[in-house]
């Protein structure tokens, strides 16, 4: 008999462990969100009211039922089910993100310099061309992320502008096609939640994921954001399907989602690829030979027409099968920056001698090499920036941000662990990069948001009274963050300010003429951020109406002239100053080429 007390109380002992665990993490969770997140705490009073109601909500028993009630129904919906609300998902995320950039006062042009980038590559791949030849005047059209010589072409690995080709064959405005595919990653992170844990935390994940203003502001963008974050559940949610089953199908499907997202963004693809390749092995090290041969057969085979073109971009810009175009540009214009820890030595300099190049190495890449000088210098910054930046952007709010320490008491399966393990593969792996900027981490947001995810989960299973009201607070206190209610979750973008000055200046220019446009930059004013010379409605800057080419000053641009005089001797030559803002006609290159 004392010996069955005493199992009974070590088993009451745990069972009241288990229940009072989650607390003693939210605690843990409240402090991190105060250290991290101490400019929004405390919370605003509408979030308190909020809370307050729903916990009075859920201390009425009948109505606690019929929320659980409702809950329940759409935790474990079938199959076709799932893929019908993915679908509504998609379309209610299109809406619910356009609308939300014209509430912001959005202004739907480029405004980063690799947006231009992914747009002339995506122009080319429209045409069926990945580079174009070398431009015989190359120092006039080489730009910030644009090669000219030996190949004209984006340095960017080409998955984003293939992502964005059917925008371009549509005649679509080029925000659209990353829209669509923002879109269609908020219906794919419903349908892995959906596997993952239930229903109702995948329509959480879609919700948080719509709330988190990095998402919203690269998903009107012509980044490589928007496709990565799309393929990477993609290859999640292929995995976790042919995890079940192990169809040769499915093991295609896997290998060309996870291909097309190597050559999107490699280090963002290896976050999602690496963990889900290991725990893939472990799944097939007691299946028999044939399946497991098959199975790597197919993933390879797949993902092979992907990796060779990019193997082909390689051999014609560097002449090696490794060293991408992205790397040669890194050591033309940013030297010291490619992966890992190589110190810094203030003597080298860009060879590319724009001045534009030479003042943005000064103002936006040094203070990140000092930071990323040695290992030492490189966890300092991740402590004092880099790793706050991660989190806060990864969470709608600091009172979401509480419960990603409960959420990790759901890691009870492999497949869970896998999906979270791209939030420290992302911290490891960008720790070796000397460039960090918030926009990368949207990346991670599948993994913490999963945690939140999850917490909602073990709330339901240790205390039964929260089904409603937890999952209820996180609907609630996410749309809250939508900057309809909160001002201060604008999405905070460059000002494109001079940008949309340089267009308006430029559509002056008479409809039937045919010109081209030198920019003028002003070392002590203009800004660096800001690069106009990019010709992105052509996969060939001769073929503009327009063409833009840098200002070399006249001893350089007589080239440019005699160039186009046995072209094109009648188009009109301006100069526009960017230190002022003024365009200045100079008259037709025959002319411009006969006075110099």
Sequence with gaps: MLQRTGTGQRQTSRVNLKRVIPFLLLFIGLQYSLLLAHAQWPPKREAWWLLGGLLVLACIPPVNRRIAKVLDAVRQPARRTQWVIAAVICIVSAFALYFE??????????????????????????????????????EFFTSFQLLAEPV???????????????????????????LVTSAIAVGLLYLVFTELIDGVAGI?????????????????????????????????????????????????????????????????????????????????????????????????????????????????VTGSPLRTPFDYFADLCYPQTSFGFHGYNPSIRPKLDLPQVQKFYDVHSIPFLEQHANVTKALAAWRDVRLKTTLLELTPGPLLMMLAPVGLLGLVDRRRWVAFAILPMFVGLYFCYVFFLPHYVVI?????????????????????????????????????????????????????????????????IPSNERAIVLFRFDPRSSNPHVEPVYNTDVAWPDDARIIRAHDRGDDRNVRLFEYYAKRAPDRIVYRYDRATGSMSRLGTVAERASRL
């Design 101 to 138: 950039a014209r509430h912001q006062q959005r202004s739907f042009v480029p405004r980063f310099q690799d947006e231009y980038s992914y747009l002339v590559q995506a122009r080319m791949l429209a045409s069926g061309r990945l580079w174009m030849p070398a431009h015989e005047l190359a």
């Design 152 to 178: 004209y072409g984006s340095i960017y690995f080409p998955g984003a502008g293939i992502s964005f080709v059917p925008g371009v064959w549509l005649g679509l405005p080029f925000w659209v096609m990353p």
């Design 204 to 316: 959480l994940g879609a919700t948080m994921l719509l709330a988190l203003p990095m998402f919203r502001m690269t998903s009107v963008m012509a980044l490589a954001q928007a496709p990565t974050i799309m393929l990477a559940l993609a290859t999640l949610l292929a995995w976790l399907r042919w995890r079940a089953s192990m169809r040769p199908w499915r093991a295609m499907v896997f290998g060309a989602c996870a291909g097309w997202l190597m050559i999107t963004r490699p280090v963002d693809a290896l976050c999602v690829i690496a963990p889900i390749a290991i725990a893939a092995l472990f799944d097939l090290r007691r299946r028999e030979r044939r399946l497991v041969a098959t199975s790597i057969i197919t993933v390879v085979v797949a993902a092979a027409p992907f990796l060779a073109l990019q193997v082909a971009f390689n051999l014609r």
């Design 444 to 508: 991670a947001a599948p993994a913490m948001l999963l945690t939140v995810a999850m917490a909602v989960h073990v709330f339901r299973e240790r205390w039964p009274v929260a089904t409603a009201l937890v999952p209820l607070a996180v609907l609630r206190l996410t749309v809250l963050e939508s900057s309809r209610f909160n001002r201060s979750a604008w999405d905070d973008v460059m000002d494109p300010g001079e940008i949309i000055a340089i267009d308006r200046t430029l559509a002056t």
